[in-house]
């Protein structure tokens, strides 16, 4: 019954590295969305997609690009980590049109940058 | 300041207690309010959703706003240890295409058994 699925549950990267993350739903979701969560912030959106090939940035996008090629798969790109990128990557989906955003997230990707 | 704070516990309350989990913000256009439930590992969850003021209620869970105060709480009564997670308020406003959810910063919760 998995609905967003993260490719990635743990990576560990060296500094300097590409790094890239995956994500795709199989709900037919118009919007996309890549966050990052770390102790005492709470989750802070990195850049989100309200269609195919359409990017928006979010709060936090430097050093980060995405990629969304198709309806369902959502990328996140680094295009050199840092250790300063050591989080937990979430990605989420949500309908478009009226109403409230309600987001549909995946277990999340544990990225670790030595 | 941030836009919504949420204090971030650690809360322990003993399996039966009724918890009392609040946010605050600022932004006035916020009209949709929502609150998710992450256990250990795992990525966020809907568990309750309101759209402006009032409460709505979903079993053991309540979710309350009260816009005149910009204050929301999440009531879960006769907890149980299953109910040991991290609670995340979140809220937005409805404004074109910038609909958004700001989070708060999440409270942890452990129900002892």
């Known amino acids: 019954d998995v609905k967003v699925t993260q490719s990635s549950r743990y990576l560990v990267k060296r500094t300097g590295e590409k790094v890239f993350l995956e994500c795709v739903q199989d709900?037919?979701?118009?919007?996309m969305f890549w966050y990052r969560q770390d102790p005492g912030l709470g989750l802070r959106l990195i850049y989100f997609s309200y269609d195919v090939k359409m990017k928006e940035k979010g709060d936090i996008p430097e050093g980060y690009s995405v990629s969304r090629e198709k309806k369902e798969r959502f990328s996140l790109i680094l295009e050199s980590a840092s250790t300063n990128q050591t989080s937990m990557y979430l990605c989420a989906s949500s309908f478009g049109g009226a109403g409230a955003n309600v987001l549909t997230f995946g277990a999340g990707s544990r990225l670790t940058v030595l | 300041q941030k836009e919504v704070e949420q204090d971030p516990g650690p809360l322990s309350v003993p399996e039966g207690a009724i918890v009392s989990l609040n946010c605050t913000y600022s932004?006035?256009?916020?009209?949709?309010f929502m609150w998710y439930r992450q256990y250990s590992r795992k990525g966020p969850e809907l568990l309750m959703y309101?759209?402006?003021?009032g409460n709505k209620e979903d079993g053991r869970f309540t979710a309350q706003v009260d816009k005149s105060s910009k204050y929301i709480s999440l009531f879960i009564r006769d907890s149980q240890p299953s109910d040991s997670a991290t609670y995340l308020c979140a809220m937005s406003s409805f404004s074109g295409s910038a609909r958004q959810l700001t989070f708060g910063s999440g409270t942890q919760l452990t129900v002892l058994p």
């Open positions: 709900m037919d979701h118009e919007n």
């Open positions: 932004n006035s256009a916020f009209q949709y």
């Open positions: 309101t759209y402006s003021s």
